[in-house]
């Protein structure tokens, strides 16, 4: 799975701009990205936010049609997030809870 | 900031059934387009819910049919939205997770919408079942030993929990189709399952004592264990809960969503 590593903090402020970027053009929150701990691993104790392709061209709203990458936000979000190079691929097994 | 694209105003909607009419805007009020036999069918569907008296009893309806998240995200009752969370396809005619990250939040919870231990109902329509071996949830809630969800075990397996005990209902190499998981008493579980062929009872329990329902969001294309748990890749048309129906309640409403969203989609369920 790619995408981001990063703090629990810092996932859940990525998430929320995200939001934010829906409710101030009076929509609902209706998608995010996620942010999932990480249990397992050499990232085990932080949290993973997706960002392949399929998130990055989900088909959102409108017509034409309009992906993440189409709100101006989402760039200021990638960068706070350290950038789409400093994306890695992670297996999914990472994000599994052991105790569920 | 970005300005949203114009979106066509809604469809005057003369002689619609009025909370067809309010999902049928509310979907259009995301850019998307609303065929005129889609319209039809989405009328027919509110209207034989009020004429077969399951419609009052329906908690949440959602019809993740339209390609793009925002529809998908409504709910047919109450208009409001739920959250896609992670990778998820939206395909024309259903949503698909990856297995992994991507899941939907409904945003809201059974007990909050008034379901009780003897008066419950959780339904799916899966396209295609999940294509891996192990456990994986079409949707559902979970507080420890506190259940509500519809699951497969294995893939021969398709199992069903209205329980403060764990309690499995086994319904056995029946996987796809639109399955429904009902409590009308405190003492009865009622499985079942449509396909094109028909509807079956595909396993019924005893019940146990009166419980109070586990009181997390219920997320659908997985579960909610106080966190995202068995996610599944199946293929779901739609999902959703209500009050507890009568065996020829949930198939007479079965029957409905079955000519929804086949007219909806023009595809056939299994």
């Known amino acids: 799975m790619i995408g981001f590593i990063t703090s629990p903090a810092q996932a859940q402020a990525a998430n929320d701009a995200v939001a934010q970027a829906q409710t101030d053009r009076g929509l609902p929150v209706f998608w995010l990205p996620g942010a999932y701990p990480i249990f397992s691993g050499e990232h085990v104790g932080k949290s993973f936010v997706p ?16 992906t993440p990458q189409d709100f101006p936000e989402f760039s200021q979000i990638i960068t706070s997030l350290g950038g789409l190079n400093s994306r890695v691929d992670i297996l999914h097994t990472d994000i599994i809870n052991p105790d569920q | 900031m970005i300005a949203l694209p114009h979106f066509r105003p809604a469809f005057a909607g003369i002689g619609l059934d009025p909370d067809a009419l309010a999902y049928i805007t509310a979907v259009e009020n995301t850019g998307t387009s609303v065929s005129a036999n889609q319209k039809t069918a989405i009328n027919s569907f509110f ?7 399951w419609f009052s009893l329906m908690r949440r309806i959602y019809l993740p049919i339209w390609g793009l998240a925002a ?22 005619g259903f949503v698909k997770g990856d297995r992994s990250t991507g899941f939907f939040d409904l945003g809201t919870r059974m007990p909050t919408d008034g379901l009780t231990s003897d008066s419950g109902l959780l339904f799916c329509l899966v396209k295609v079942a999940d294509t891996l071996t192990t456990g994986a949830s079409m949707i559902g809630q979970t507080s420890s030993i506190n259940n509500q969800l519809i ?23 029946a996987r796809t189709g639109i399955l429904t998981i009902s409590s009308t008493s405190n003492t009865a579980r009622s499985f079942r399952r449509r396909l094109s062929s028909g509807v079956t009872s595909i396993a019924t329990s005893s019940g146990e004592s009166a419980f109070t329902l586990s009181s997390v969001n219920c997320f659908a294309m997985a579960r909610n264990a106080s966190g995202l748990s068995e996610p599944t890749n199946a293929e779901l048309g739609s999902y959703g809960y209500a009050l507890g129906l009568s065996d020829s309640s949930a198939d007479a409403f079965t029957l409905a969503l079955k000519t929804l969203w086949e007219t909806c989609t023009t595809l056939n369920l299994p």
């Open chain 2, 47 to 53: 209207k034989q819910g009020k004429t077969d008296n």
């Open chain 1, 51 to 66: 960002c392949d392709d399929a998130v990055l061209n989900t088909p959102l709203l409108g017509s034409p049609i309009m």
């Open chain 2, 71 to 92: 529809p998908n995200a409504i709910d047919m009752i109450s208009n409001t939205s739920g959250t896609f969370n992670g990778t998820v396809t939206h395909s024309a």
């Open chain 2, 151 to 173: 699951r497969q075990s294995t893939s021969s397996n398709i199992q069903a929990r209205y329980s403060n005990a764990s309690l499995s209902v086994n319904g056995g190499n």
